[in-house]
């Protein structure tokens, strides 16, 4: 790869995103806008929609004025074609706008909500997919409420950039630079005294934006933190329980809360004042404009209808600047979501998730595997060797077994062969071919693995039986689930395969979600199956049957077992005793049992009260 996602350059960079140049922090948002493209022909035409409403807009304070002006009896000339109007003909005039705008305006909200929330939903699918493709080493450094906050927090903070802000910019772009051009039209002089106001509403709106930019990137990080904190007292909630720590969890989750409420009120007492201070220089300067216009009426420079647009163009123009000051708040909150999320984007994924999937069967292997000296340093313990110089084989169709003390590599074992990770050095081969020179498709279309603990997602029986291999018939889900023998207790539920094992399959005895779980491996009929303490949570019956059906299952694939009851290996081909990260010993059940002094001589004795001289 050509990045190591498990390195902190990602986060470092984040964090110091507040203090880049402005324009590369804006380029670099501009990244995310590239998921308007694909609507952009919609975009246009809501652009132009509100460019039309809004154009109408500007024209009523001048028929407003117009129709003050026509009170006094006279006709009113238009500004194209010399055509007068009278009053009532102005006022219908004005009417008829104001529909028009209506039909625009609706015409213009629609499609800018349309193209954002495609958008919207194209990015979050990326998103989600590109946290999906990327390795185990990521996921190593990130917990599961922060990624989720990124898809949800993060992501309606941009979804509202989308669907509120880019409309409302251009919306007032439009009525700031038509009522600025109207008001210097009606009396430059009155214009020029209310423009020269805008300078230091600017400045004043730039220099606290740029600090509300980094105080919402701090609040979405507080409350990804939070996030996580609930994600895991909810997982994790019959051990919460059980240890008696709901008012622990809560004080966790509330202390998140208070760090992230202490810089939301500390972005909110900034954004209040911003808005304060806008609105004090805009009418403020409404208020000079106003003195001013009344002056020049007095000396019959202005008539009332001209006054009386005048003021409405500046209300308009100020509170287009008012607006403007939230809009620019809003685009520093986005700037800082749109780091996070751009963040997960620019991760190297290890699986493309967002490419077609290929047409082509996945070639089935023979089952070779083979382990050469493999060192391997798991990226969170770079430190510390989980496997040291591991060398073991397995031929096709034999079954393997992994034994050893809890801690000791076996799972990192079984890890390396699924290619969640590669190994710092030596080589795993596959069918006599570098695992790493082998498609990642092809090495884990022809793998299977029952974890010792279980997670089932939160849909049917049969939807959790047919994740082996989703496009299987019903017979085909049927036939798994008898060779795993959990066919009679599914049917005994009241909706049988379409019942709801509930989330992680809580509704399910721990059996019951392991057998299904043997049942999702066996339907994916893999050339490699990896049974990780497989039978761990089934009563003595139950393991009878399941140690019957994989026995026959076994045969012709290769099988690799981690297993700590010694009694669901002896008729394996070949053991291998794993401690401390090396294969310390390998034979069969009886070959190491003559072994004096022999770790597995010892497990065995005391598990089977067999003596070990």
């Known amino acids: 790869m050509s990045s190591d996602p498990s390195s902190p350059a990602p986060a470092a960079a984040g964090a110091s995103s507040p203090s880049r140049p402005r324009t590369e922090s804006l380029r670099q948002a501009s990244r995310i806008f590239r998921y308007l493209r694909p609507y952009r022909v919609r975009f246009a035409s809501a652009w132009v929609a509100l460019l039309i409403a809004s154009s109408l807009g500007l024209a009523f304070p001048y028929l407003t004025g117009s129709l003050l002006d026509a009170s006094t009896g006279r006709f009113v000339p238009l500004p194209f074609g010399g055509v007068t109007l009278s009053l009532n003909q102005i006022a219908l005039l004005l009417v008829g706008t104001l529909g028009v705008q209506a039909f625009f305006s609706f015409f213009s909200s629609y499609g800018f909500n349309r193209c954002s929330e495609s958008a919207l939903a194209d990015l979050r699918r990326e998103t989600f997919g590109r946290i999906l493709g990327l390795p185990m080493s990521f996921f190593a450094h990130r917990r599961v409420g922060e990624l989720s906050s990124r898809l949800s927090a993060d992501l309606t903070v941009i979804q509202e950039t989308f669907t509120f802000t880019i409309p409302q910019f251009l919306r007032q772009a439009v009525l700031l630079t038509g009522g600025i051009g109207l008001i210097v039209a009606t009396s430059w002089r009155l214009g020029g005294v209310m423009i020269s106001t805008f300078p230091v509403l600017l400045l004043a709106a730039i220099l606290m934006g740029r600090r509300i930019r980094g105080l919402s990137r701090s609040a979405q990080d507080h409350l990804g933190e939070g996030g996580t904190v609930v994600e895991e007292s909810l997982h994790g909630i019959v051990n919460v ?106 991760e190297s994924p290890e699986v493309p998730v967002l490419e077609p999937a290929p047409r082509d069967p996945v070639p089935r292997f023979r089952g070779d595997v083979e382990f050469d000296n493999v060192v391997f340093r798991y990226p969170s313990r770079p430190d510390v060797a989980a496997l040291r110089g591991v060398t073991l084989q397995a031929r096709a169709g034999e079954r393997i077994a992994l034994v050893g003390p809890s801690g000791a590599g076996k799972s990192t074992l079984v890890s390396l062969l699924l290619r969640l990770y590669e190994p710092n050095s030596g080589q795993l081969r596959l069918d006599g071919r570098p695992a790493d020179a082998i498609p990642l498709r092809e090495v884990r279309g022809n793998m299977a693995i029952v974890p010792q603990e279980v997670l089932l997602f939160g849909g049917t029986v049969e939807e959790n039986i047919r994740y082996g291999k989703p496009e299987a018939t019903r017979d085909e889900v ?59 949570s089934l009563d003595s019956g139950s393991e009878q049957l399941i140690q019957q059906a994989l026995s026959v299952l076994l045969k012709d694939r290769t099988a690799f077992v981690i297993a700590h009851r010694l009694s669901t290996i002896r008729q394996v081909d070949r053991i291998y005793v794993i401690e401390d990260g090396a294969v310390t010993e390998s034979g069969t059940h009886d070959e190491l049992l003559a072994k004096e002094g022999g770790t597995y001589r010892r497990l065995a004795a005391l598990q089977f009260d067999t003596p070990t001289s």
């Open 478 to 536: 049927i036939a798994a689930a008898r060779l795993a023998a959990c066919h009679e207790f599914i049917e005994r539920f009241p909706e049988g395969y379409q019942t709801r094992v509930g989330d992680r399959g809580v509704k399910l005895s721990g059996g019951q979600r392991q057998r299904i779980a043997i049942a999702r491996a066996l339907l994916k009929d893999p050339a490699i199956l990896i049974l990780d303490e497989a039978t761990s």
């Open 241 to 346: 329980k059980a240890f008696g720590n709901e008012r622990f969890e809560l004080s966790r989750y509330a202390a998140h809360l208070s760090s992230y409420l202490g810089v939301v009120l500390r972005t909110a007492r900034l954004r209040a004042s911003l808005v304060s201070f806008i609105i004090f220089g805009v009418f403020g300067s409404i208020v000079l404009v106003f003195w001013y216009g009344a002056r020049l009426m007095q000396a019959g420079q202005l008539t009332f209808g001209e006054l009386t647009r005048f003021i409405l163009y500046t209300t308009f123009v100020g509170g287009s600047v008012a607006s403007f000051a939230e809009v620019f708040s809003q685009v520093q909150k986005t700037l800082g979501a749109t780091e996070r999320v751009r963040e997960l984007l620019d």
